[in-house]
């Protein structure tokens, strides 16, 4: 497993590999690894000869410096945990190498169609981040195809929206969300959770489960049954941010009979916690 930081020999290497007719797979992501990293990696593994893994926390992509400055850095853990897999090469870059000019100087990619609801409502300018680094990324590490978790649901389809509006090359794959035991949505942050809030957690995905259960025996109107269950975690001590159907294709709120999906975001302290759950 060879690691990169500089972007030139990246991209050499890549093109190295595209001339020998090789297909690179690509799992873009942020490091401090846990098993749903590693489920990405492993469908890159089967889905490429050449597989490429990505560690950068994006600046561009945190709205609030202090969760920028929070968030956990673990290269060495994340190489270890790469190592026993068929990981080719790691791109690690620093930010001066991604961002020369600075920040706020950069090129940016933005998806306005998704960028502004749900996430983007509550996190202004994220997706914009995710959509800039992510165009940088692919054009670095020329995938064939790259696979993205279906836990950030609203991030993989403005990803899937971008690369159909600027004609990318790169076939995305979604892979579903893999979970604690207890049900919990596996997520870097959570390692931010006290011990109580850690217990209390599991709520989130439970009372979306019943939602579901609710919505799909047609017991109630759709407003009623996302009041109710805002109502009860926030009794239980979540902040929720939203608790929303939403049809799967544009994530435009749900009507019945639509195809859709139901998508969540609430805090628990100084954590926030994002979920979803479709509705089939
Ligand atoms: O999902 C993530 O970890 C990040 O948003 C991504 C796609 C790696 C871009 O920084």
Redesign the pocket.
Same mark, same amino acid.
């Given at each position: 497993m060879e690691i990169y930081s500089q972007i030139h020999a990246m991209q050499l290497q890549s093109r190295r590999w595209q001339q020998a007719g090789q297909r690179i797979s690509f799992v873009?992501?942020?490091g401090n690894l846990h098993a749903g990293h590693l489920a990405l990696v492993e469908k890159a593994v089967e889905l490429g000869e050449r597989v490429v893994v990505s560690i950068?926390v994006?600046p561009l /992509?945190f709205n609030d410096p202090a969760d920028f400055a929070a968030y956990r850095r673990s290269l060495d853990a994340d190489l270890d945990k790469l190592a026993p897999l068929e990981v080719d090469a790691v791109f690690a870059p620093p930010e001066d190498e991604m961002y020369p000019h600075g920040r706020d100087a950069t090129t940016q990619v933005d998806v306005p169609a998704l960028s502004g609801i749900l996430e983007g409502e509550h996190r202004p300018g994220h997706f914009r981040g995710?959509t800039t680094?992510?165009a940088k990324l692919f054009n670095i590490v020329q995938p064939d195809v790259a696979v993205f978790g279906e836990k950030?649901f609203q /991030?993989l389809r403005i990803i899937e929206c971008m690369v159909a509006d600027l004609d990318m090359p790169v076939e995305i794959i979604a892979m579903p969300t893999v979970r604690e035991a207890d049900g919990l949505a596996m997520s870097s942050r959570n390692s931010r959770l006290s011990a109580s809030q850690r217990q209390l957690a599991p709520l989130l995905y439970q009372t979306m489960q019943e939602f579901r259960q609710h919505y799909l025996a047609a017991e109630g109107n759709i407003a009623q049954l996302q009041a109710q269950a805002t109502a009860g975690l926030a009794q239980a001590g979540f902040v929720v941010e939203y608790f929303s159907l939403r049809r799967h294709e544009d994530l435009a709120p749900a009507k019945p009979g639509d195809r859709c999906l139901l998508l969540v975001a609430a805090r628990l302290g100084e954590t926030r916690l994002i979920d979803n759950l479709c509705m089939e």
């Open positions: 873009p992501t942020m950068f994006n /992509q995710v680094v992510v950030d /991030q």
